[in-house]
């Protein structure tokens, strides 16, 4: 799960600057904030509609599915050949965000031992911020060496390859959930009453 949010922040951090960079490229280098903020839109209107729907599947079926969303609506940003594309292609990104986001936490706390959450949200957490700044500095580096455009290259890299960790951890996933489960049912059961 630390490596997943690991990549997940390397996504968010190389969106941010990329899309910095390519609007300055465009000649709309006041446009950047905007731009951000429809990503932000889809994802809390998709968040809302999650949430608002009672969703049947296990989060350990949801969450790689949700991965897969993120690297897929991700992927056209190599495409986008003006600022009205981009603009939409950012708000389409952003729509499997926050849902994946959910997902994701909510594995971290079945798998983490109710005693030890705090440790387990602050690890989490930390692996998304350092994922932010490594994604920032990879941007970066890939925006000074070839084009503005070319800063979309690390997060669709990133989003892919959280996609294959996922896959790789699913049923490492679904056992670990299944034995924090039974762990807890047991407990339950052996309560004094």
Request: charged fraction near 10%; charge should be neutral.
């Amino acid at each position: 799960m630390m490596l997943t949010f690991l990549l997940t922040g390397v996504v968010f951090g190389s969106l941010e600057l990329a899309t910095v960079a390519y609007t300055e490229a465009l000649g709309h280098a006041s446009s950047s904030g905007w731009v951000l903020a429809l990503m932000a839109l889809g994802s809390a209107i998709s968040g809302l509609a999650f949430g608002a729907v009672a969703v049947k599947a296990r989060p350990t079926t949801q969450f790689p599915i949700g991965v897969a969303a993120m690297a897929a609506l991700i992927l056209p940003l190599l495409f986008a050949d003006g600022l009205l594309s981009l603009a939409l292609l950012m708000f389409v990104a952003g729509m499997a965000t926050a849902p994946t986001m959910i997902t994701g936490m909510t594995l971290v706390q079945r798998l983490v031992p109710p005693a030890q959450i705090n440790e387990g949200m602050a690890l989490t957490v930390t692996a998304l911020l350092a994922g932010n700044a490594l994604g920032s500095a990879l941007t970066g580096r890939a925006v000074e060496w070839s084009d503005a455009q070319a800063g979309y290259r690390i997060p669709c890299a990133a989003a892919v390859l959280e996609l294959v960790a996922v896959l790789a951890g699913t049923r490492r996933l679904t056992l670990g959930v299944a034995a924090t489960d039974d762990t807890e049912s047991r407990r339950t059961v052996e309560q004094p009453r």
